[in-house]
């Protein structure tokens, strides 16, 4: 696993609760987080040591960093160097008919994800998020807690979708948007830009 911070946490309990995977060992960047333990796990290091660990047959991982861009650039830099990438699904998740979900994904606790969604490569869909019918949610999106993607919805990648929006049905939201928490969205939401509010509206551009 790569990462060793909170959001590091729920992914290891996720991964133990799944079963499909044991963690071997952590990695982070962070040079103060060598030789530590955490949440019961050692760190070796960071992207150099993982090398050596490759040839004693460390092939896959998931990458545990919340931030969008973050996740997104050592998920790369994995796949570039011949690491695969697993997906996480929590035991309470509830997955629908036709349900697709992308390598490196991580569905948290109580979320539902209805018939007919895709969900793209490197994914958060957060703590009780629901998904429902048709949606499509696009690479390195990230849903925090408590929000609701109403019928047939598209979400572009790397957007991030703050706690507790809600998103009413056929709408489009594009790259590289942050929704702002306990917003709603009515319209379509361009790339590149930030919006909040009931009804959202855009207040900067990314």
């Known amino acids: 696993m790569f990462g060793a911070s909170g959001h ?3 992914v290891l309990d996720i991964i133990e609760r799944q079963g499909c995977f044991k963690v071997d060992f952590l990695v982070d960047d962070d040079p103060a987080l060598k030789g530590r333990r955490f949440f019961g796990y050692d760190v070796l290091g960071g992207r150099d040591e993982l090398f050596d660990y490759r040839q004693k047959g460390a092939s896959a991982g998931i990458v545990a960093i919340g931030s ?8 790369g ?30 569905l948290m606790a109580g979320t539902v994800v209805n018939a007919d969604v895709v969900i793209g490569n490197n994914v958060i869909v957060n703590t009780g998020v629901t998904i429902d019918h048709d949606c499509f949610i696009g ?6 807690p408590g929000t609701t993607l109403c019928g047939t919805v598209h979400v572009g990648g790397n957007t991030f979708i703050g706690a507790g929006v809600t998103v009413i049905p056929n709408i489009t939201i594009g790259s590289n948007v942050v929704v702002g928490a306990g ?18 509206r855009i207040v900067n551009k990314n």
């Open 68 to 75: 969008n861009s973050a996740r997104r650039k050592v998920a």
């Open 183 to 200: 917003a709603t969205v009515v319209r379509n939401v361009p790339d590149g830009v930030q919006v909040m509010g009931t009804p959202a």
């Open 77 to 106: 830099w994995l796949i570039d160097n011949g690491f695969g990438l697993v997906t996480a699904i929590h035991p309470s998740a509830v997955l629908s008919r036709g349900v697709v979900v992308g390598d490196g994904t991580v």
């Open 139 to 144: 690479d390195g999106v990230h849903i925090a």
């Open 8 to 10: 590091a946490k729920v």
